[in-house]
């Protein structure tokens, strides 16, 4: 749990609410949380998720594990603390992001359960969808799109999740998706799925 470092604070509520801001969009703000290990496929689903949603009318926005450590994150390394702040910061991210009505995708590793939970924790009921990218490593290891698990596997890169770090599977996912058995587009439609059983979009 972060510290309160600032006294004197007070919560500054505006005119409009979430309620608003969605009837403006026409849609639900909602955190679709993809965890999984390294090239287990969560980026590619979450783009092609986003352009999907965006195609049909809806403004959908993906936050990226790579993209956020470049600017929001960039002070943060591979640690269990790092990685904690570095989720911690996310789930504060999509929190605002959803309030404002959008459909988020994150594609985190987020290997900690606890600091999947406590992402979740900051959410009200419904608006945290917890997707599972359960790709075995055999198949991320053979994929290796950014070359990480040659270099893990050398040596080259302590802390490497899969291989010299921990990954902790959701307990109670909304959702497992296994890309070695779904193409991108069968994971897609997984996802859109899963929005419309929850009534985070229309049916179609
Ligand atoms: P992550 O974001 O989980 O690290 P990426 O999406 O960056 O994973 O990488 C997944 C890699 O696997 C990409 O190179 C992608 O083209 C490839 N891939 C092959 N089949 C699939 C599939 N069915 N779903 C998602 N990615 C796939």
Known sequence: M??????????????IGRAEREGVLGQQGVTIWLT??????????????????????????VLDGDN??????????????????????????SKLFTDSGIIVFTSF?????????????LFDQGDFLEVHVATDLETCEERDPKGLYKKARAGDIPEFTG?????????????????????VEESVIALIDMLQQRGKLPSS
């Open 2 to 15: 972060a510290e309160q470092k600032a006294t004197n604070i007070t919560w500054h509520g505006g005119q």
């Open 36 to 61: 999984g290990l390294s090239g287990s496929g969560k980026s590619t689903i979450a783009v092609a998720a986003e352009a999907e949603l965006v195609n049909r009318g809806k403004l959908a926005y």
């Open 68 to 93: 956020v450590r470049h600017g929001l994150n960039k002070n943060l390394g591979f640690s269990p603390e790092d990685r904690t702040e570095n989720i911690r910061r996310i789930g504060e991210v």
């Open 109 to 121: 590793i987020s290997p900690y359960r606890s600091d999947r939970d406590e992402a979740r924790a």
């Open 163 to 183: 291989i010299s770090a921990p990954y902790e599977a959701p307990d109670k996912p909304e959702l497992v998706i296994d890309t070695a058995k779904l193409s």
